[in-house]
């Protein structure tokens, strides 16, 4: 379920709103939901790590030995609008990853940003 974090009485706090009720969460009842490191293509954002903060899109993947890598596309995020891409690329474990809650009509405006990117990612896969 999605969360949110705020401040409350100057203290962190983890929120859920249903049904427009915000509930407290204890910490210990909260784990990120990391993505699959060969499926996922919705938003995702680093958890930690120097890249922590970050906003990514899977691009494709790739195994180390028997571990999944997933190569990520750094988004610039806009409200109301189309995502962009950086230019940067990371290639991380997905249990640095989360996934991001988002809306309906930000996947619609966002579905087509990563296709070029993952099609030139395919071919070079397939040699």
Do not use: F
Not at 15 to 22: E, G, I, L, N, P
Not at 67 to 94: C, P
């Amino acid at each position: 379920m999605p969360i949110r974090l705020e401040l409350v009485a100057g203290q962190p706090s983890i929120r859920h709103v249903s049904y427009k009720t915000s509930e407290w969460l204890d910490p210990a009842w909260v784990s990120p939901k990391h993505p699959h490191p060969t499926r996922d293509n919705g938003l995702l954002v680093v958890m930690k790590g120097e890249h922590c903060g970050k906003y990514v899109r899977r691009i494709h993947h790739r195994y180390e030995q028997e571990t999944a890598i997933v190569i990520l596309g750094v988004m610039k995020r806009t409200e109301n609008a189309a995502d962009s891409l950086t230019g940067e690329q990371l290639e991380l474990t997905a249990d640095h990853l989360c996934v991001a809650v988002e809306t309906k009509e930000d996947k619609k405006r966002n579905e087509s940003i990563m296709t070029a990117l993952r099609e030139q990612a395919r071919k070079i896969r397939a040699k």
